[in-house]
């Protein structure tokens, strides 16, 4: 039986509907539990803040946001990572997250505290990744004298 690809499925019906799994998109989304809608790339770029679905060689699939737009390409991040992904291009790109649904209940990428969300998330990346690479540190110092 024939697989059909995300990028085939969003070129049939210009929409996706699918479950979120990991934990790179917490708390925002949780994996098994939550769905994100994407609908396919028009050929447009993105902005900063929008959360993207975009395709690494060979075959993985990636939900993260973009954090800084270039002129040749995207820096993306994942709301709970700390390494930036550089390099990606509007081609990687297959669609733009436009709404999410947790609880059966849907709410778009418009409603005011996703913004809210969005924005708080965004200024505080940095403070974040600090304090994560800090506690990872730490940890390995305090694993390393035991």
Known sequence: MNKTT?????EQNGQLTYTF????????LRSGKDLFVVEKNKGSRFKKGDVVLYRRPPD??????????RPEDYVILGDNCINREYGIKDQDILGVMTAYIRGGKEHSV???PYRIYTKTRMSL???RIFCKKLRSKAARLIKGRK
Do not use: D, T, W
């Open 110 to 112: 418009n409603e005011l």
């Open 6 to 10: 995300y990028e085939e499925f969003l």
């Open 60 to 69: 993985q699939y990636v939900l993260h946001r973009i954090i800084k737009v």
């Open 125 to 127: 990346a940095p403070l």
């Open 21 to 28: 799994n990991g934990i790179s998109m917490m708390p925002l």
